[in-house]
């Protein structure tokens, strides 16, 4: 299967660069070449350690009367309006890359809301698409080599 050749034989250099060898053919992943290949562009760093932007995002997702019901860990997914809970379990699972899919913790709200309003969203304070697809290929390669493909 190509998709486990490609994910057994990545090789992370760094969070932004990776080597891939797939039937003789050698890949270097950069985030430019990311965002050649998938038109996206390239944007600014967010890290979920950024918690004042992350609040500042989670309070902006909410339209009025849009009221969702907060615990210690976050916002339970199925709170959120719709169609954002399909949106943000897509978002855990293959750009965060995560298993806790019940919750939305206030770091994916960064992303959320700019894929809710993000043609309002000016270019130069847009996020680094290339950045998670990249995560999500290293993370997800690592734990299919460990045997663990969640």
Do not use: C
Request: hydrophobic share 35%; charged share 25%; net charge positive.
């Amino acid at each position: 299967m190509f998709s486990q050749e490609f994910a057994h034989s990545l090789t992370p250099h760094s969070r932004i660069h990776a080597t891939v060898i797939v039937r003789g053919l050698t890949i270097d992943l950069t985030l430019d070449f990311i965002s050649r290949v998938t038109t996206l562009p390239l944007g600014i760093a967010w890290r979920k350690e950024d918690k004042a932007d992350n609040q500042v995002a989670k309070r902006k997702f909410f339209l009025e009367g849009e009221e969702p019901t907060e615990d210690k860990n976050g916002i339970r997914r199925d709170n959120l309006p719709y169609p954002w809970s399909k949106v943000g379990y897509q978002l855990i699972k293959y750009i965060s890359y995560e298993g806790r899919y019940s919750v939305v913790y206030s770091y994916h709200f960064r992303m959320l809301e700019e894929l809710r309003f993000g043609v309002e969203t000016p270019v130069h304070q847009r996020l680094n698409i290339p950045y998670f697809l990249m995560q999500s290929l290293i993370d997800s390669s690592n734990k299919l080599r460990e045997g663990n493909s969640q």
